[in-house]
């Protein structure tokens, strides 16, 4: 099915209509008209007003030049740009939650891979740490809207690997290997051990002390009553309350994610923190450094491994699939700029934003934590954190001496 068809198709039957009454009026090109549908959905999704159905025709009608469709586009674009570049208003946005049911699969004959970070080679476009990753689980029952693990995996299904203790201590590891985070495929602890994940990675970390496993999370889910070793590292990802509420649906409140936090910090391990996706919204620069006081109020510079900050990034293929499905949502009404082949908020927003978070943070986590840019332009480092690295690999051999000090710390703390 040819896109604009695919598009069309998922329109409510007002928008059709009014498109349907649009093309027969104007003369567009086919790329024109799938310009207007992917806004028209946009809209949708925004749960904004149809532009087709709320234009008002006698303006372009009283041009008799030919240039009708002409000028409805530079109107299009107009309208769209300016909600874009503005600051994504929340206050009357209610979207209605689509949980998407999953049932558990476990999976016995699948094996275990060490991956790759996502991120381009090293180069010019963005700074990458080199993470190696593990899919102990495939697919996230939690329901973001921006996420891209939701498209990637059978939508109704959460994968779990049978066996995964044999499995890992069987993993073959490579001698450079020193980071493995399992959080891109899931919420790494929201199933807890229900299948035996949490113990076979602490059997791994034990099996690997200089391996650092970092398990990611938005979950609230106490897993802490037991003891993990000191190279696993637990993360959460915190963002904005109005950002939680409004697009990362089922995930936990901040005030949960934080309190999780506090538990794992209290049961011994070390906590790090991804301020990420950062959305450009009203009220972002008072709510995202609430975040930073939070922390910095609940956290000491030896309790907290990193600090990472980040914000949104699109490929082609999720701007796709975030259209189609329809689900409402404000996280694309941004100004989808071309970055390192996906497409992110124009650098000077990234600046403002980054910046100002990390300056939210006093000097005693500054300066005792590792903070970084995840996946962000090189560009942006020394502005916002007043350093810079020449190539991945200095920013990865920096990284691993802190997270290797603190993990030092710890393991001195424990004895
Ligand atoms: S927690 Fe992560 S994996 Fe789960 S839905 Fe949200 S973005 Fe996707």
Known sequence: MKAADEIFNTLPDTVKDAIRDLFSRYHFTESQKLEILKEEADLRQW????????????????????????????????????????????????????????????????????????????????????????????????????????????????????????????????????????????????????????????????????????????????????????????????????????????????????????????????????????????????????VADKISSAFASDDLFAISIGTLTFTKSVLKNLRLCGEESRILEMELTPAAGKFSYPLDIKRKMFSHVYSSFPESIREGVFFYLCMEDPSLWPAVLGREYGCDRDFELDMKENYMQKRDILINKRR
């Not at 209610?94 to 970070?117: A, G, N, W, Y």
């Not at 990675?201 to 990611?216: N, R, V, Y």
Request: proline share 5%; hydrophobic share 35%; charged share 25%.
């Open 47 to 290: 749960k904004e007003p149809s532009f087709a159905g709320s234009f008002d025709h006698g303006t372009l009608e009283s041009h008799q030049d030919g240039r009708t469709g002409d000028r409805y586009m530079e109107a299009l674009r107009k309208y769209m740009h300016d909600l874009r570049a503005d600051a994504t208003d929340y206050s009357s946005f209610f979207p209605s939650i689509h949980p998407r049911p999953k049932s558990r699969v476990t999976e016995p004959d699948k094996q275990l891979v060490l991956s790759r970070c996502p991120c381009p080679v090293d180069g010019e476009k963005t700074r990458c740490c080199k993470l190696r990753t593990l899919d102990v689980i495939e697919q996230c029952a939690f329901s973001c809207s921006y996420c891209s693990v939701q498209a990637f995996y059978a939508e109704n299904e959460i994968h779990a690997i049978s066996n995964i203790k044999e499995k890992l201590l069987a993993l073959e590891v490579e001698d450079d290997v020193w980071h493995i985070g399992t959080g891109q495929a899931s919420d790494s602890i929201l199933l807890g051990d229900d299948h035996g994940t949490l113990s076979g990675l602490a059997s791994f970390a034990e099996k690997h002390p200089d391996i650092i496993i970092e398990l990611k999370s938005k979950s609230a889910r106490n897993v802490f009553s037991r003891e993990y070793p000191a190279n696993m590292f637990f993360s959460w990802s915190l963002n904005a309350p109005t950002i939680i509420e409004k697009e990362e649906h089922l995930t936990a409140s901040l005030e949960g994610r934080l309190e999780n936090a506090m538990r794992c910090r209290n049961n011994g391990n070390l906590v790090g923190f991804h301020i990420h996706p950062m959305v450009y919204f009203r009220g972002w620069e008072e709510e995202y450094g609430a």
